[in-house]
């Protein structure tokens, strides 16, 4: 899930990335408009941070809330993470780690721009159902095919393109990919950074709007991000292998938390809709099951994905995470959204590590081990009852 790394350690992550994400068959492309939301998980009523958060009461001594959040921690203590944040109700649960500190988060960019493209999809200046030909996008290395003009941009932003051209950064399934032309636009799930890589090249040119500077009006000021530094970023990647760049972001996990939080206040913030009714339905709904995808290991996973984000798939319902999804990057970078219990969790494993970029891992196993552990906690009515 890596995205604009350094030239020189693109091969250490790429190799690492093929063992953590595949490719599946086909399901029907995610709708070209903002649906209404599904009377679904409810939208959280409680507290939205101002300029910082505000805290969970503090758990009593000796209550089921302070031993289970204990029993997280302890555990988390035991994981290569940097940080973690947990929110309940808008309130921050669980800290632990420089949550302030700033890296790179990899491939939760993808789910960023999934988030962006809301409101431009709600505006009419986006309409998802256009072709690559239509919308002018093609390569200046190489080029693509006719047929791989014919994708749409809801195949891009669903990982179904059907393009196997190479992508300007590693870390893909694209050793996996079949022929070139094999395969028609939209029956086939691949991920595959040169989709990710273009669909931001189509959102810049349809909106004449940069992506860091619409994050930064449309998401990072409104959310008061407390961290995010736009100066920091700009799009990377080698230009040899594709005219389309990677768009890496660089935040603080506190950060990640708001942008969480927003997602599961259905795009509300204080009352302003920062994200279009329905969109973050729509990014969430199931384009590709988990059993659709392959190799089999990764259909074991039990994650479906949506558009641009993960889907925790086969959580029953009256588990805490039934109905959760998340953005994921390498190395351990989460936003985990739970509309059940109404959190969200960050957590980040920071890399470098003294200029090291091959260092250890926080898989999903682990993290969603942490996560079980902290919405499960008993706090608040759950310990009264």
Known sequence: MKHGLPMHIAALVSAGMLLLLASGCAMPPPTATVAPAPPAAPVATAAFPGATWQAWPAPAAGSACQRELQAARDYVHTLDTTALMAVRDGRVLFSEGPVERVSIVFSVRKSLLAMLYGKYVASGAIDLSRTLADVGIDDAVGGLLPSERQARLRDLLAARSGIYHAAANGGDDAAAAPARGSQAPGSYFLYNNWDFNAAGTAFERLTGRGIYQAFADDLATPLQLEDFEPE??????????????????????????????????????????????????????????????????????????????WLLEKEPAGSPLHGAYMAWGVHGQYILVAPARSMVIAHKREVPVAGNWNVSWVGPTEFLRAARMLVAARCGAEEAG
């Open 232 to 309: 920091r970023h700009a799009r990377s990647g080698d230009a040899r292998k594709s005219e389309h760049l990677a768009y890496p972001f660089y935040l603080s996990t506190r950060d990640m938390a708001r942008l969480g939080l927003l997602a599961l206040n259905q795009g509300q913030w204080h009352g302003q809709p920062l994200l279009p009714p329905g969109w973050v339905a729509q990014m969430t709904a199931q384009t590709t099951p988990a059993a659709q995808m392959h190799p089999a290991r990764t259909a074991r996973r039990g994650f479906g994905y949506g558009t641009l984000w």
